[in-house]
């Protein structure tokens, strides 16, 4: 097993050179010179989110490799305590991960400190209230996403605004060498990876890279991603479909995808393929959101 950090870095990319380059390709890559022009940039902070929202009621997650996920309510207030009690010397107890928080349907003002926000990347049928896709990651350095894919094989772009993080990818066609755990979950650890007990692994070609303050990463439909926060991070994501992935996943029900992720993306494509508009398709997909979370 060869362990790379090759992944093409290119600045501002434009809607063409996206979808044929990479969209169209299967092909990840990281993306600079878009945020930087952000309000989010340099307001966003702990301390921000503290100010303008600290009562808000939020969850965040302890990922365990026996016990699951274990969910944790808290406010934003209490939540930002905890990462800055852990930061100070990190004897205490790692916080759990604010993971997959639809922050911007909570808080509509910070909406437009991502403006203009990168449409041109996105299919037009998703631009009607994209925010509404989007989910959020707020966590403490050393909080850990283990391997898995997004639940159903859309596209992702991921939006790194404070800290950095470090990512381990492995395309989908390396799925079948890292384990899989129910649908989207998998027991190798990359970083430690026990090939002993997971001997397949060695066949894999992952692909580990620092996404630094400032930077966007595209992942292709499947992509298999372990991520690691090396500092305080603060970032979020849209995961959505072209025409053709949304069919690929309808197609993927024979290869285990549960029937919830199914109906999800039924809806998708129906909205993608059959233009139905997403003011009606969104009705019935919202709960997805949560589903997700």
């Known amino acids: 097993m060869i362990t790379s950090s090759e992944i093409e870095r290119r600045y501002k990319l434009s809607r063409n050179e996206f979808q044929s380059d990479y969209v169209e390709k299967g092909k990840p890559v990281i993306i600079s010179g878009v945020?930087?022009?952000w309000d989010s940039f340099d307001k966003w902070s702990l301390e921000y989110f503290q100010q303008i929202s600290p009562y808000l009621n939020i969850y965040a997650k302890k990922f365990s490799a026996h016990q699951?996920?274990?969910l944790h309510s808290l406010t934003i207030g209490k939540y930002i305590k905890l990462i800055e009690t852990y930061e100070e010397?990190?004897?205490n107890d790692l916080p759990p991960y604010c993971h997959d928080l639809p922050l911007f349907s909570l808080i509509p003002?910070?909406?437009?400190?991502?403006?203009?926000f990168t449409l041109d990347y996105l299919p037009k049928w998703y631009w009607y209230k994209w925010w509404r896709y989007c989910q959020f990651f707020i966590g403490a350095s050393n909080s850990?996403?283990?391997?898995?894919f997004d639940c159903l094989l859309t596209n992702n772009i991921f939006f790194q605004i404070v800290g950095r993080k470090?990512?381990?990818i492995l395309l989908a066609d390396d799925a079948k060498y890292c384990y899989r755990q129910g649908w989207r979950w998998f027991f190798v650890d990359p970083e430690k990876p026990d090939l002993n007990k997971y001997p397949e692994y060695k066949n894999a070609r992952p692909m580990k890279f620092v996404v630094n303050p400032g930077d966007i990463l595209y992942m292709p439909p499947g992509t298999l991603h372990h991520v690691r926060s090396l500092d305080t991070s603060i970032s979020f994501n849209i995961d959505w479909h072209t025409k053709k992935s949304s069919l690929n996943a309808l197609a993927a029900s024979v290869r285990g995808m549960p029937a919830k992720n199914l109906y999800y993306n039924l809806l998708l494509a129906m909205g993608?393929?059959?233009k139905i508009p997403p003011q009606i398709i969104f009705t019935f997909?919202?709960?997805?959101?949560n589903y997700v979370s």
């Open 272 to 274: 993608l393929i059959l």
């Open 285 to 289: 997909y919202k709960n997805y959101v």
């Open 68 to 70: 699951g996920i274990e």
């Open 144 to 148: 850990i996403t283990p391997l898995h």
């Open 166 to 168: 470090q990512f381990t």
């Open 109 to 116: 003002s910070i909406i437009k400190d991502v403006e203009p």
């Open 89 to 91: 010397d990190k004897k």
């Open 35 to 37: 945020i930087q022009s």
